[in-house]
């Protein structure tokens, strides 16, 4: 029989009040990405959803592209998950959750979380400050635009995902 489980988030799941990362493109026409090293743990999780925390915005909507890439210990690597997934949502200020749920997706370790906001096309410019957190853990990442080189951030990104996960799985340490 099947272990029972519960959705849970797993990587960074909080923010700090203060401070915050302003998202900018180097130009309008091109992605900016952000990422965030989570660990999942040794047996695989399923993934619901990705949250991330948007601290202020003029914008109404967003589109996002959301992959998985896998993790050297130092950099991020190549693609974990072959597809592209976009969601395009109606933007507030806290925790947007970005559902996943019919894409089946079942992951373990430590995986690159990676967020992609992608250019308006009506031209609209992107103003977006995400939250971040500020000491150590898992390291984050920039790239701001679609062919650089990734850049490790001094902070955390307030990146996570739901998953489900054993009922009797051991707590995550608090932040």
Known sequence: ????????????????????????????????????????????????????FVQDTRMDSATYRIGFRGFD?????????????????????GWERLD???????????????VEVLPDPRGVPRNMSVGIRLGGGEPGFVRRSTFATWDQMPHRWSINVSALVPIDRKEDAPE
Do not use: C, W, Y
């Open 100 to 114: 996943l749920s019919g894409k089946k997706l079942a992951l373990a370790g430590k995986v690159v979380v990676d």
């Open 1 to 52: 029989t099947a272990a029972r489980m519960e959705e849970r988030r797993l990587g960074v799941r909080s923010h700090h009040a203060l401070f915050s990362f302003l998202l900018d493109a180097v130009s309008d026409d091109e992605a900016v990405e952000m990422a965030q090293v989570v660990d999942l743990g040794p047996p695989p999780v399923r993934i619901k959803a990705v949250n991330l």
């Open 73 to 93: 210990g130092e950099r991020t690597t190549g693609p974990v998950v072959d597809r592209s997934i976009v969601r395009r949502v109606a933007l507030s200020e």
